[in-house]
């Protein structure tokens, strides 16, 4: 069964989205098999968001994963990798649908409430940053 690494990030940790975000996945019949809460430190935050290293936007991104806790999960389900992109809608909430998590919740970029990985290989590369 497909697997995929998503995070919810501190501004969705803080603003009390964990519950919703998450009955979202389960109502979609997705599975939880790891979930931990940490804070991440710059080290773990680097190997993660290594393909925007020198990116204009690559502080912020870093200063904001480092604010607070994040919830960090590995979803198990069908195209569960297609399906999840699907349901946090796109990087800018702007052109997110609505319907999606950023497109009811977020009104920024950087803090835009959830993570997910973008391909197979992201998720494999991912799950192994996140849990090994
Ligand atoms: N142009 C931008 N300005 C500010 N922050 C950005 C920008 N592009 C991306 N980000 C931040 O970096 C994260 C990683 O970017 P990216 O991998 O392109 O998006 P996604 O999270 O949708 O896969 C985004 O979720 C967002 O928090
Ligand atoms: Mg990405």
């Known amino acids: 069964m497909e697997k995929t690494l998503v995070i919810i990030k501190p501004d969705g940790v803080e603003r009390g989205l964990i519950g919703e975000i998450i009955s ?29 290293k020198g990116k204009s936007f690559y502080e912020d991104l870093m200063n904001y994963m480092m604010g607070g806790k994040v ?18 809608g796109s990087t800018n ?23 997910a990985s973008d391909s197979k290989e992201s998720a494999e590369r991912e799950i192994m940053i996140w849990f090994s």
Not at 100 to 115: L, M, P, Q, S, Y
């Open 24 to 52: 979202r996945y389960e109502k979609k019949g997705l599975k939880i098999v790891a979930c931990k809460m940490i804070k991440a430190n710059r080290e773990i935050l680097e190997k993660h968001y290594a393909e925007h």
């Open 71 to 88: 919830l960090v999960m590995v979803l198990e389900g069908n195209n569960v990798i297609q399906l999840i992109r699907k349901m946090h």
């Open 93 to 115: 909430p702007i052109d997110a649908d609505m319907g999606t998590i950023r497109g009811d919740f977020a009104n920024k970029t950087t803090e835009n409430i959830v993570h």
